[in-house]
């Protein structure tokens, strides 16, 4: 059976320790009355909500699944009750602008809450997450007169919203879509077109559904910049801006899909459905955008809360389940056969998933504190080079984390050897729910072209080397903590092959079309290994340092579990991608 | 929607082109009426079957999956009269003794139709598959008239057959079983205890089911060394030898499951049910091992077969789905986009998936040859030689083939995008019908361990040194091959690879008692890029002379993808060996 409990320790550990997040949202007006006790406080009352409330609700969402019936769409059993308790807690509203009612709480404090809720309910997390992203959306891109009509009815909870981009033919390549806008004289538009895969499109849990959704205006250009945004309500405003009249808007069916059952994706048919622009004409796509950074990292964060949630079920099979004998002699003698951890090769599968699922924290809030330096920071270019760092680790964070996530919940469903494979004990869940994360929100080769493409090569490399330069400067500040002594060599040496590949790939970019698509996925998955290498790295040198830190040997343990049997992995990559396109593009169309 | 052809022009060159298996069969008595023609005959007429009679069954079978009531397995609707068609043509008793109404075909021809009937419908094929792994056991341990009652209603399909190994508390660790088997004065034995997770323990395909069950007598030793083999039909035979009164075992639940839900996986609850010992006392366990070697390659061909319908499904979508435009120029100038298969990250996608199922194509028909050598050689010395080179194979074959199936089947999905995780489009169905495959049969982890412990350690290394001895003399005897002289440096440098890990795994297994099991996972898989990059060098070496083969450019390039792509990842996993078992033995047990 699934074990959780939110991992407040190492959540500490690394908001206050490693990073000293209180120190920067002192630093900055829009942050500055959030304290570390109020951080942990937040923590803590996250991890009794998810654990009480989201948990309990897990296994019956995934077996009872979604109904669509004639375009009314009902969810598990116990999810709108949830969502009740949820929104009325305020959790709707924790990353919000308080200009509308939101509680302003930083994304480096949010990241944390977002793993919890996917550890706990991934199914149920959805719905207010992409509410959050509608919301980032309409606070950056929005009149102050929609803003003042939507964004505390969506902060509250009581309405939803989702994004609406994907359409049969065209999922990726948004320039070919074919929905349109077609103005009416009142300044409304008439929305016709067919979504699908839309997350949330249609529901129980709140009065209203506020729709973001890309179509094309009649003399828009070809191609992505001829895309604009439109809020379309499910129910249209009455006078008293109450829910009124129903909009042209129906969900003509759900997805029957491998997970997230508990998630209502739907197909969305506009019909003449009134709609209102959102920034600017044929901007939409750029304004759909502007809030990717965030979504793409608690999308990421999917994998992260499964494979956590994972490891500890994992653990707690492993010291129960009795089978064998430890190849060092008797563990349990008093029993018929000893807990399985103390075998190798389960120790090998849970420190290979502890290793990522921190090094992936710690990554979460290593971004969350650049998007928070890029949002709030009063100093022009320390947030000019936030978002750079931004731009340039969220694909990485998005397909790393939600890559090794798969990986991580595989593994914990092998810890449970044939009970793994089975329902109730929920481990096969975790994998089905985490294979989306791979896919949507952009796939995850999707994310590495936005790497190695246009945050790597269209900048000279340029963001690359400004990250490198500050992971040397911390190597060099911390050459001589013995704590750390064994691992920086390794650290060193991973930072060089990213330098080195980097320069492969703008070398090759220039003579070779092929050369970053056919290279993409193994850099960016180089990235993702050196990048936890450094902040291995990092926990690590605070551990050694905290002395009194109760989990400080299995931080080092762990850390050196990393260098030894995952970094390596990076060279691999290295090799592979440096085969170039050359025999893969040859193959003839015809002969695959 | 699922694509599947049989490969049948890949099956005949390697079975004709690059093994000559012909040759083989020609030279033994029981199989020299194996010609190549008829070789060919029966994987064409197996190609008809699996696509008109197994594939559409497939979708529909995991929707429905089986259901229980109260005793009674019904299995998915066509199921039964698929079934019947299946052993009217006879192909139950394909691999069967002729002594009894098999048909004697040899397994390097068998793993090549297994491979087919999983790609198309693993949860059909089990049913199949598991008889024939009691008739193996029956035919090799039973007594004359035993084999003459069960053997020829098995091989003909009228009766099915079991393996009842496992229970609530033991999977692996047998030794600690609880089910008791009490004998009665006519011979036979009362067996009393619960099975899980038989696959096929009840169902409705058949007139009678003949377990094969793992019990204890009263006076046996404790662990291993005290389990004994019985033979427990679901209705006892009357005088006729037909199927008359119930015996007393009953199918007290199945389970649900990720996948494979047309399979029935049963708790069994003997009760007093009558049985008959085959073999001696206190030897089931090695009974019921030695048609292992066997069963454990089909399991492995789970992997393979939906690893080739999911790579063949993912071709078909890549050339069908246009998304974007091709890095190196338009490529489909009269459509909105270009066929997503001219992305170098789609190509990488489908290259690897392509390279890992022929690579175990290869190996599963290499292991058959070595299997029909061993069972059926007059020449002792070659018997023996071939018999040291499966019982070193099969954990590789077992354990890689179905890592690397599941991976394929992840890969094919993603091409899919969105699309992959919709259940209509039954990509997500191979992923988690794959994934059984690295838990049963013996979980990968133990596969791991029986490769570096007793197929390695215990015999000082010698079967590696033979193994490594053949492939050497393969690379001498090809050196002046120009068709891969550009792999051969590379199969040099990995089969030294595997020698210095080889040497290493068993220095440190002198000095370390944990050394095996913190490498062993890590070993086997080395051993499988090893072995791939081998039979890969072989298949190019092939190809390159076989100027008509209409796919000599695709296996020749896909081998050099092989080559650059995937086993570079060897060397990266010697290194994650090469860091011993020190760090994750430090963990203490409350840490995790």
């Not at 890559?403 to 449970?416: A, P, S």
């Amino acid at each position: 059976m699934a074990t959780y409990k939110a991992p407040l320790d190492d959540m500490r550990f690394v908001l206050n320790d490693v990073f000293e997040a209180d120190k920067l949202w002192a630093s900055m007006p829009a942050t500055a009355e959030v304290t570390r006790d109020l951080a942990d406080a937040i923590l803590e009352e996250a991890g009794k909500m998810v654990e009480g409330v989201l948990l309990p609700l897990n296994r019956q969402g995934d077996e009872q699944g979604c109904t669509w019936n004639d375009g009314v769409v009902t969810t598990p059993e116990g999810f709108k009750d949830a969502y009740n308790t949820y929104r009325e807690m305020g959790w709707t509203a924790l990353s919000g602008n308080p200009a509308f009612g939101g509680q302003g709480m930083p994304k480096s404090l949010a990241v944390l809450f977002e793993e919890m809720i996917h550890a706990t309910n991934t199914s149920f997390a959805l719905y207010p997450l992409l509410s959050n992203g509608a919301t980032l959306c309409l606070d950056a891109h929005a009149t102050q007169e929609m803003k003042e009509t939507y964004l505390p009815k969506m902060y509250s909870g009581e309405w939803a919203g989702t994004m609406c981009l994907t359409e049969p033919h065209c999922g990726t390549d948004l320039g070919i879509m074919r929905t349109k806008a077609v103005p009416n004289d009142d300044g409304s538009y008439n929305i016709t077109g067919t979504k699908i895969f839309i997350t949330g499109g249609e529901h129980d849990l709140t009065d209203n559904i506020i729709h973001l959704v890309l179509a094309k205006l009649p003399d828009a250009p070809a191609g992505s910049k001829g895309i604009s945004l439109f809020l379309v309500p499910k129910f249209l405003l009455d006078d008293n801006q109450n829910p009124g009249e129903r909009n042209g808007v129906q969900c003509g069916s759900i997805e029957h899909k491998m997970g997230i059952k508990g998630s209502a994706t739907c197909v969305m048919n506009f019909d003449d459905a009134r709609g209102w622009m959102v920034g600017e004409p044929n901007q939409g796509l750029a304004a759909m955008f502007t809030m990717m950074n965030y979504e793409r990292i608690s999308i990421g964060l999917q994998g992260v809360g499964l494979g956590d949630v994972s490891y500890q079920s994992a653990v707690e099979y492993a010291k129960d389940r009795l089978q064998g004998r430890a190849a060092s002699g008797v563990q349990n003698a008093s029993g018929p056969a000893d807990p399985i951890i103390h075998h190798g090769d389960v120790r090998r599968m849970l420190l290979t998933m502890r290793a990522l699922n921190e090094g992936a924290r710690a990554l979460a809030a290593y971004v969350g504190l650049q998007l928070d330096t890029a949002k709030f920071s009063e100093d022009a270019a320390a947030r000019s080079a936030a978002e750079d760092r931004v731009a340039l680790l969220t694909p990485v964070a998005k397909a790393f984390f939600s890559d090794r996530g798969l990986e991580t919940c595989i593994i914990g469903q092998q810890v449970f050897g044939g009970h793994g494979y089975v329902r109730e004990w929920g481990m096969e869940q975790f994998v089905r729910d985490a294979r989306i994360a791979q896919i949507y929100e952009g796939t995850n080769g999707i994310q590495a072209l936005d790497l190695a493409g246009r945050k790597v090569a269209r900048n000279g490399g340029k963001s690359v080397q400004a990250f490198l330069a500050d992971a040397r400067g911390w190597v060099d500040a911390n050459e001589g903590n013995a704590g750390i002594a064994d691992v920086l060599p390794a650290l060193r040496d991973a930072l060089q092959l990213l330098d080195d590949l980097t320069a492969d790939l703008l070398n090759n970019a220039g003579s070779d079309a092929d050369a970053i698509s056919a290279s993409a996925c193994e850099y960016l998955d180089v990235f993702g290994y050196v990048i936890y290498a450094w902040l291995w790295a990092r926990m690590m040198a605070t551990a050694s340092d905290c002395t009194d830190y109760p989990h400080r040997d299995a931080k080092l343990l762990t850390g050196r579990f990393y260098f030894q049997r995952l970094l390596p992995k990076a060279h691999a990559l290295a090799a592979q991608m440096r085969a170039g396109s050359e025999v893969m593009m040859a193959m003839d169309e015809a002969a695959f």
